[in-house]
């Protein structure tokens, strides 16, 4: 029997040998996760049962198992590269067939699609024109490279101190083209409907102790009919918070040649104004319009969310990584290339998005090293080595005992 117990033992030997090997050569593969080799003894059934005599004969390899513990997290110079930390798979598509994969590194194809390096799709939430996330049965995320429409000023919110010292003045002799006709003046850029960017000033006139009267214009062109305001904002003694302020929004008339809608109506807030004996200061002055803008960029934050950054300083929604979990990932089908594909015993994906539940969080520029620990793995490959021999030693030993028997006289 000695010779099939050592034989058994070559053999678990020279597979934990071959795992070991297949550990090291993947210590450089991104995401790659160690097997290790898992041995039971081997006893004889026996017609009367065991027996504290009976020896067993042998070993075999019972399983060999990927072993899921977290790999470090590098960074990198490719802003698409993802890096998962915790639980989860990302969710590939390959023309419709589903695998999972812990390596996030990741291009853009000719056609907009985020694919890894054997164009297997990242797939996700997908979102609309409006940056709109489609949280249904996750699809192929694809990046909308079109520029971002712009959007027509509608408020302006303007937050400036007004110098109680000035003189007043009179408010039907006001002329924008004679400083002298006003107090002060403000200047902000606002937008029409194609986004094309028009100057819209403010001029306040004060016209009695704590009476300020605001005009303003497009594009030098007036937006009323003068000399009526605009607004007109009145200060109590403590000089904070006019208590009047603008009932309607002020419609401004843009010359324009280029198909832009016209006239646009805006609000215009200065409820936030304050008259002190200080000179004249701009604290705020805002506006929620933009012009068109092309995408320059996009990174992936922490919970899958696509960002893209656009040359007007806007940024929009492109969709959102989902990750995979399962209730036995042992059970997965390794399919090579850093590829599992569910099976019976792995359960069905559980699809969530990160940072939800066991899911871990996503990490943009950087990715998941591989979990390989080289010097355990050397020490190990060491002690199989050992192993082996000892064995072959066993089947060594038996063939001389059995030698000795047969010279026997």
């Known amino acids: ?76 110079s490719n802003s698409l590269d993802i890096g998962i930390n915790g639980g989860g798979f990302f969710r590939m598509s390959n023309n419709g067939d589903i695998t999972y994969s812990r390596n996030g590194q990741f291009q853009m194809d000719k056609f907009g699609y985020i694919v890894d390096a054997e164009s297997k799709r990242l797939t996700g939430y997908t979102a609309d024109a409006t940056g709109n996330l489609s949280t249904g049965a996750p699809a192929e995320i694809n990046i909308n490279m079109a520029d971002l429409k712009p959007s027509a000023t509608t408020a302006v919110t303007g937050l400036v101190n007004l110098d109680s010292r000035s003189s007043a003045l009179t408010a039907a002799g006001f002329d924008p083209t004679d400083p002298t006709t006003y107090n002060n003046s403000t200047a902000l850029t606002v937008y029409d409907s194609l986004g094309n960017s028009h100057t819209l000033q403010s001029y306040f006139v004060k016209t009695a102790p704590g009476v300020w009267d605001v005009f303003t214009t497009a594009d030098g062109t007036s937006t009323t009919v003068l000399p009526a305001p605009n607004v007109t904002l009145t200060f109590t003694g403590t000089g904070v918070a006019p208590t009047s302020v603008p009932a309607s929004p002020v419609t401004v008339n ?25 000179s004249f200061s701009v604290n705020t002055l ?88 080289l010097t355990a793995e050397l020490v190990n490959m060491m002690t199989a080595q050992r192993v082996y021999q000892a064995n072959a030693q066993t089947i060594k030993t038996q063939d001389q005992v059995m030698q000795t028997l047969v010279n026997l006289r």
Not at 23 to 34: D, R
Not at 254 to 274: H, K, Q, R
């Open 286 to 373: 805002s506006q929620d319009g933009y012009t068109s803008g092309r995408l320059s960029g996009f990174n992936t934050g922490a919970d899958g969310i696509i960002l893209g950054r656009y040359t007007n300083g806007q940024s929009k929604v492109l969709g959102q990584v989902v990750l995979a979990n399962f209730a036995n990932p042992n059970g997965l089908q390794s399919m090579g290339g850093n590829a599992w594909t569910e099976s019976p015993t792995s359960g069905a994906a559980l699809v969530g998005v990160p940072n939800s539940g066991l899911l871990g969080v996503l990490q943009s520029s950087a990715l998941e090293d591989s979990n390989v620990d």
């Open 1 to 76: 029997m000695s010779f099939q117990q050592g034989l058994s033992g070559l053999n678990a030997a020279s597979k934990q040998l071959e795992v070991i090997g297949n550990n090291i050569s993947n210590a450089n593969t991104v995401g790659f996760k160690q097997s290790r080799t898992e041995f039971a003894d081997v006893y004889a059934n026996s017609l009367n049962g065991s027996s504290a005599s009976q020896a067993g004969i042998g070993t075999k390899v019972s399983a060999i198992t990927q072993q899921y513990t977290q790999g470090n997290i590098s960074s990198s």
């Open 254 to 278: 843009f010359a324009v040649a280029t198909g832009a809608t016209t006239p646009v109506s805006m609000t215009l807030d200065y409820s936030g104004n304050t008259q002190f004996g200080s």
